[in-house]
């Protein structure tokens, strides 16, 4: 390839990286502050079960390039399918959104830890990408917002049911209805982030802890991930069903025998996530 093409190349919009057993999934739209577009949604549909399958891949990050996580959906593009590039039917334009939302569903469903980098604006379907990973770990510069009714939508991409989830009805009803931004610090307050990163040393910090957790028990992992997510529209007994047959069925992994000999022999264990 000559300079001149790899110039002329475009960057992917989603870019993905693996070391150290840790996918990085990075939004690359930093001039539209990662809004979505068609090729990340496509991207994700397709990256996020493939990971998931990878035997070399122990936990999946999400972040964004620049000064944004991912500020949702991309508001101009709306502006110009609406003047004669929108889906003909209304029905159409739902089963859109409906097929672009599954996106949601996998960072929520995946059986792997994700991690939401919220290194800047996470807006709207952003906000709703972040709520659906397992951790939210956000820099001190992070800023998070519903945005809907600025512009008139109800929410998509989960936010709903994420945010209800994570930080109660009442809560959760304010930042729809006001659309107001808050910060990092507020975030952790109301129980949307689960840890803060100075800017400088964010993604340092944030991809360690993912690697952390990428060399983990990741059968373990797996299960409780499972039984949390199910918590939520669970009775207490089904809970306990669960929990019976995934606490035996984690006792015949090498893991466990693992973290039985490491604590007997006074050492650090060194699971392989099997």
């Known amino acids: 390839m ?7 190349t475009p960057e992917p919009e989603l870019r993905v990286d693996v070391q150290d057993r840790v996918a990085l999934l990075t939004f690359n739209r930093p001039k539209k502050l990662n809004a979505l577009s068609g090729e990340i949604t496509a991207g994700l549909h397709e990256e996020l079960p493939r990971l998931a399958a990878d035997p070399d891949v122990g936990a999946i990050v999400l972040t964004g390039e620049g000064r944004a996580f991912c500020a949702g959906g991309d508001v101009s593009g709306m502006a110009k399918s609406g003047a004669g590039g929108a889906p003909a039917t209304l029905e159409q ?3 859109g959104l409906r097929h672009g939302q599954e996106a949601a569903w996998l960072v929520h469903s995946v059986p792997k830890v994700t991690i939401a980098l919220v290194n800047g604006f ?3 379907a952003g906000l709703g990408l972040a709520a659906s990973c397992d951790l939210r770990l956000a820099s001190s510069m992070a800023k998070f917002g519903t945005a809907y009714s600025k512009v008139g939508f109800g929410g998509d991409w989960g936010t709903t049911w994420q945010l209800t989830r994570l930080v109660g009805p009442a809560v959760a009803k304010e930042l729809f209805f006001t659309a107001d931004i808050i910060d990092a610090e507020e ?19 944030g991809m360690e802890f993912a690697s952390r957790l990428a060399h983990g028990p ?4 797996r299960w409780m991930k499972e039984n949390v997510n199910l918590a939520v529209t669970q009775d ?3 809970i306990l069903d669960r929990e ?3 606490h035996i069925r984690c006792g015949e992994t090498d893991d466990h025998k693992e973290g039985v000999t490491a604590f007997m022999e006074k050492r650090a264990p ?3 996530g099997r």
Request: hydrophobic share 45%; no cysteine; charged share 25%.
């Open 2 to 8: 000559t300079v001149a093409e790899m110039k002329s």
């Open 93 to 95: 334009r739902i089963d």
């Open 122 to 124: 996470a807006m709207g």
């Open 187 to 205: 975030a952790r307050r109301i129980g949307l982030v689960n840890r803060i990163y100075d800017a400088e040393s964010f993604h340092a910090e």
């Open 218 to 221: 990741l059968v373990s992992y």
């Open 236 to 238: 207490f007994r089904s």
């Open 244 to 246: 019976a047959i995934s």
């Open 270 to 272: 060194q699971f392989t």
